[in-house]
Each structure stands twice: as structure tokens, then as C-alpha cells.
């Protein structure tokens, strides 16, 4: 079901162009520029729509954004937790899957739990170190990546990761929520499947919960598809059109919210009340040579330990006015937390991590507002 033109051209335009250009309707007199919500549950027969469960030509226009970016078909699913468990959904019972210790709590859950059932046996490995990758995928049937990890930012070397798993027929499907196709692009280096949870970047404004999984392989399409339609697990028109307006502007805001992030980063690197700072774009930072190898940028998010501990880092959080104390990422708006005030975050964590989503705000007021939370912090 699409409502947009099937338009060559956008192929070659660079990927900051296509977010604004791809998935247009018809260019015919007096339509719209913009794709229209589709608010339909039912259609008329005969025809390929059937019911509203199966498609909708709203969620097919943005589909069709991601796949300009993602270069595979894509599916939109109701959350990003939906669009992984989908995923997990089709592996074999007992199936092996070697994932990263740190990762997005969500998706550390739906593991932990899929162990306890016996559904899938998982070898957690640190995605940043080749070798014990290499270790863990013999045997494996599918590689999880999620690089940068969330909240601990650790850049696996994607390219040479999904060689080796290819070289031993092992699945990879990639997290590239942190990243987003404008810097990454995993299935053009060989991936099976990518995963985005869309209420980040690509809605980018904090009024969403969507996901997407995108693939080169139409098996694994079809498959998903099936689950989708079965599980239920489908988005409501409205806010796959708020997350297609959202993506307009991902270009933009990428570029700004990254421009602030580098500043933040250096200048946290020095604060009294910083004792570590994780961003693969600062030159000393251990992933920085890998990230920097095939990475267009190095995202939005930062990392870094109060040194005063958990109880400082949540006094600073709670004492910022312009950065929110919220949880979540990848909006306009600045926001931070303590990871560790939520009991699903991964024990590797540290206690004392602050995550930072950095916006597309002055970077001064920005610096601003953190700077007095932080020495605050420290005077209690």
C-alpha cells in the first residue's frame, strides 16, 4: 500500500537530502506535499489492502523514507522493544545468540528472559574487543550488535565483525539507534537485518514510540511481516506520520546536536566533577580509532562518571534547568539521568554514569546549565 512515487532520482542524492526528498506524494496538480495520515481499519474489497492490520499507506511512505536511507525493505513496528522481540521471535528454540553485556536495558531484559525460558542460549561478550567476539561466534545463529552500546558507548568494528560471522554462516542484525543511517549503514556492510528504535533520532522529538527493522533478505522480510501482522504488534497511523515529519529534519539536527555533543565532551573532560567521559569522538577516548575507521560521525549521546557517586549524579540531574532529568534520547531537547536509577540497566554499568542525550540548544546555555548542576553537586 503506498501513497508516494516510485522515484529513481532520490537514489542519487546524498543521505541528508533523502530524509527531506524520499517518500513524496505524487507530484500531480494540487496534491500535497506532504504523505496524508491514513485513519482506515477497514477497506473496500476487491483489493490488496484487506484489513488494517496488514498495511497502511502511511506506515508504507515512511517505510519507504528508512529504506531510501537503509537500503533494505523496511518494516515499522509499534515500539522498538516490538521490533527486536520480533526478531528474537523468529530464531529457533535453543538458538545461540552472542550479544554485548552492555546494551539497551530493554533489550538486556528480553535476553535474560528468553535464558530463563530456554528459547535462546546467549554468550555475552564486550562488542569492542574483536578477538572475544571472534571466541563466542562459532555455533552462534545470531550475532546482536548494538554499537555504540547504550549507555557505555563502546563501537564495535562492525565491518570486521559481520565478515567473520559471515565466513561462519551466523545471522547479524544491528542496533543503529545511537548512530542512525546518516552515520552508519550496516546492511551495505553485509548486515542481515538493522533495528532502530524510531522514537529517537529519526522522530526526533520526543512524542513517539515506534520501531523499525529493515533487511536486504525478503525471506527474512516476509517472515517479519507475518509476525507483525500476527502479533499485533503495528503502529497507529498518527504517530508513524509524526515520526515521517520528524525524519524531515534528521540532517540538521544530527549535524547540530554532534557539533555540540564534541564541544560538551571536551569540556566535561576537564570538570571537577567528572572522573571518566565515554565519546568516540574525543582522540583519547579507546574507540576512537575504530569509530572514526568507518563512522561518518560519532552521535549525539555522552557518557561520564560523577566523581562524587550516585548520589552527587543524581543531585546534579535533578538540579539542571535547561537540560531535562528524563530518560530517553535522540530529541531536540538536552536530557541526562543516572543510568543506574533504573533497576533493568546492565550491573556493568557504573553507578555513578550519567547519560547525556545532547541537543540541538546553544551549546553554551547548554554548557551553561550542566557546568552549575555539576559544581552543585559537589558542594552538598
Request: net charge negative; aromatic share 6%.
Amino acid at each position: 500500500m503506498s501513497a508516494t512515487r516510485d522515484d529513481p532520482h532520490i537514489d542519487s542524492l546524498s543521505l541528508e537530502s533523502r530524509v527531506v526528498a524520499a517518500a513524496r506524494p505524487e507530484r500531480v496538480s494540487d496534491a500535497g506535499v506532504n504523505v496524508p495520515i491514513d485513519l482506515n481499519s477497514t477497506f473496500l474489497a476487491p483489493g490488496e489492502a484487506g484489513y488494517g492490520r496488514f498495511g497502511n499507506s502511511t506506515w508504507s511512505a515512511l517505510e519507504s523514507a528508512i529504506e531510501s536511507l537503509e537500503s533494505g525493505s523496511t518494516l515499522v513496528f509499534s515500539s522498538g522493544i516490538a521490533a527486536i522481540s520480533a526478531l528474537f521471535s523468529i530464531l529457533p528454540r535453543g538458538a545461540v545468540v552472542t550479544a554485548s553485556r552492555n546494551g539497551y536495558s530493554g533489550t538486556m531484559v528480553l535476553l535474560r528472559q528468553a535464558e530463563a525460558s530456554g528459547a535462546l542460549e546467549v554468550r555475552y561478550v564486550d562488542v569492542s574487543n574483536t578477538a572475544e567476539v571472534f571466541a563466542a561466534l562459532p555455533g552462534s545463529t545470531l550475532l546482536w550488535l548494538e554499537s555504540p552500546t547504550n549507555p557505555a558507548l563502546e563501537v564495535a568494528d562492525i565491518p570486521t565483525l559481520i565478515a567473520a560471522a559471515k565466513q561462519l554462516n551466523v545471522g547479524v542484525a544491528v542496533d543503529n539507534t545511537f548512530a542512525t543511517p546518516l552515520v552508519q549503514q550496516p546492511l551495505e556492510m553485509g548486515a542481515d537485518l538493522v533495528m532502530h528504535s524510531l522514537s529517537k533520532y529519526i522522530a526526533g522529538h520526543s512524542d513517539v514510540i515506534l520501531g523499525s527493522i529493515s533487511t536486504k533478505d525478503q525471506a527474512l522480510y516476509q517472515r517479519l511481516a507475518d509476525v507483525r501482522k500476527m502479533n499485533g504488534a503495528i503502529p497507529g497511523p498518527f504517530e508513524v506520520w509524526l515520526a515521517l515529519r520528524g525524519l524531515r529534519t534528521l540532517g540538521v539536527r544530527m549535524e547540530r546536536a554532534q557539533k555540540n555533543a564534541m564541544e560538551l565532551a571536551v569540556r566535561l573532560s576537564s570538570h571537577p566533577a567528572v572522573s571518566q567521559v565515554r565519546y568516540p569522538g574525543l582522540p583519547g577516548d579507546p574507540h576512537h580509532a575504530i569509530a572514526k575507521s568507518f563512522m561518518k560521525g560519532f552521535g549525539a549521546v555522552i557518557s561520564f562518571d560523577h566523581s562524587g557517586g550516585a548520589e552527587a549524579a543524581d543531585q546534579a540531574c535533578a538540579a539542571s534547568k535547561l537540560v531535562a532529568y528524563a530518560t530517553s534520547l535522540g530529541g531536540v531537547e538536552s536530557l541526562w539521568e543516572r543510568r543506574h536509577r533504573w533497576s533493568s540497566e546492565s550491573p556493568t554499568i557504573p553507578v555513578n554514569l550519567i547519560r547525556l542525550s545532547v541537543g540541538i540548544e546553544d551549546v553554551e546555555d547548554i554548557w551553561r546549565d550542566i557546568d552549575q548542576a555539576l559544581r552543585g553537586s559537589l558542594e552538598r
